[in-house]
């Protein structure tokens, strides 16, 4: 079993915020250090430094942690680009989250959606894959 720690977590972001006509970015790699809860006879731990890509998106109603996923309204196919939109409808003192998830580890990172954002559109290219997944081309919220 591991403990993971993020050791780096902050990257270029494009915008503070997903805001009105705002295009906003999940870092597209991070760094992370895991190691052994208890050591394991006859193993020695090996770490490599390899950064962990962005692998996927995830809009929430509500904390992450409640684990209330949110299916996107439509999405549409076009010479190897899928674009995916959600359109959320706020319900009283509830807010929307997003989580930008990673390859190779279990940490993600989540940040609440200003009140404004009515609508997120997420662009992969599915020609190239990451952790299996059509990789994430950018997000943009309005």
């Known amino acids: 079993m ?14 503070a915020a997903c805001a009105s006509a705002q295009t906003a970015a999940c870092p597209d790699t991070i760094a ?5 809860k208890e050591k394991m006879t006859g193993w020695e731990p090996f770490t490599n430094d390899i ?5 996927y998106l ?8 409640e684990k209330a996923s949110l299916v996107n309204d439509s999405s549409k196919k076009e010479a190897g680009i899928e674009t995916a939109t959600w359109h959320f409808t706020r319900n009283p003192g509830r807010h929307i989250w997003v ?10 990172l989540v940040r609440e959606l200003p009140a404004a954002v009515s609508s997120c559109t997420v662009t992969y290219n599915s020609r190239q ?3 299996g997944m059509p990789q994430v081309e950018k997000f943009a919220c309005k």
């Open 99 to 108: 989580a930008c998830s990673y390859s190779g580890t279990a940490i993600a």
């Open 129 to 131: 894959h990451i952790a």
């Open 51 to 55: 950064p962990l890509r962005l692998a």
């Open 2 to 15: 591991r403990i993971i720690h993020l050791m780096v977590l902050l990257g270029t972001m494009a915008g």
């Open 32 to 36: 992370v250090r895991q190691e052994l």
């Open 58 to 65: 995830t809009f929430y109603d509500g904390p992450p942690r």
